[in-house]
T-cell receptor, first 114, second 112 residues
Framework: GAVVSQHPSRVICKSGTSVKIECRSL??????MFWYRQFPKQSLMLMAT?????????EQGVEKDKFLINHASLTLSTLTVTSAHPEDSSFYIC??????????FGSGTQLSVL | QKEVEQDPGPLSVPEGAIVSLNCTYS??????FMWYRQYSRKGPELLMY????GNKEDGRFTAQVDKSSKYISLFIRDSQPSDSATYLC????????????FGGGTRLMVKP
């Protein structure tokens, strides 16, 4: 299947700093990418839909100024958690859709804010 | 009521057993159906991707979709301890921009 690469896999940072997570589709072009958040033993919660060349669409309750999404190319979307706080600690996962093949996920990023 | 219902388990089976995982849904607009396997602290891995009703087989995995009953299944034959993971069903409508709607996941444990 298609490969979606997500980096970094783990981040530990101090409260107040910003963290950038990258999501790349390696062997296909993805006009749409999705960012999820997952708490332990829970299913994925969609945060936002990232569209190449346009503004992201955020789900209700997700602060767009807190979670900045940039989808500058057909193979790269980034999520920046600005001024991170301990409550932002979570597992973040990106997904990209390969038309006709389904949606593929990155390996996830575990963010720990101290 | 959630759009997609999935028994959270845990489901514990002995090695070699046939595993049946299921999801029900309420939105008749769903056309594409997927099953993902997720190991702890890893991203979901796509196992099966099907369109509309019918069966699809890939190795030890068989996916079934019954749109008339709004019911989908994933069967795992000859289950192995390495199959122990959380299995998520997901589905979406026909529009390419539709987001996926997930079930809550079923935790499977295959005991040696």
């Amino acid at each position: 299947g298609a490969v979606v690469s997500q980096h970094p896999s783990r981040v530990i940072c101090k409260s107040g700093t910003s963290v950038k997570i990258e999501c790349r589709s390696l062997d296909f072009q993805a006009t749409t990418m999705f960012w999820y958040r997952q708490f332990p033993k829970q299913s994925l919660m969609l945060m936002a839909t990232s569209n190449e060349g346009s503004k992201a669409t955020y789900e209700q309750g997700v602060e767009k100024d807190k979670f900045l999404i940039n989808h500058a190319s057909l193979t790269l979307s980034t999520l920046t958690v600005t001024s991170a706080h301990p409550e932002d600690s979570s597992f973040y996962i990106c997904s990209a859709r390969d038309p006709g093949q389904g949606s593929f996920f990155g390996s996830g990023t575990q963010l720990s804010v101290l | 009521q959630k759009e997609v219902e999935q028994d959270p388990g845990p489901l514990s089976v002995p090695e070699g057993a046939i595993v049946s995982l299921n999801c029900t849904y309420s939105n008749s607009a769903f056309q594409y159906f997927m099953w993902y396997r997720q190991y702890s602290r890893k991203g979901p891995e796509l196992l099966m991707y099907t369109y509309s009703s019918g069966n699809k087989e890939d190795g030890r995995f068989t996916a079934q979709v019954d749109k008339s009953s709004k019911y989908i299944s994933l069967f795992i034959r000859d289950s192995q301890p390495s199959d122990s993971a959380t299995y998520l069903c997901a589905m979406r409508g026909s529009n390419a921009g539709n987001m996926l709607t997930f079930g809550g996941g079923t935790r499977l444990m295959v005991k040696p």
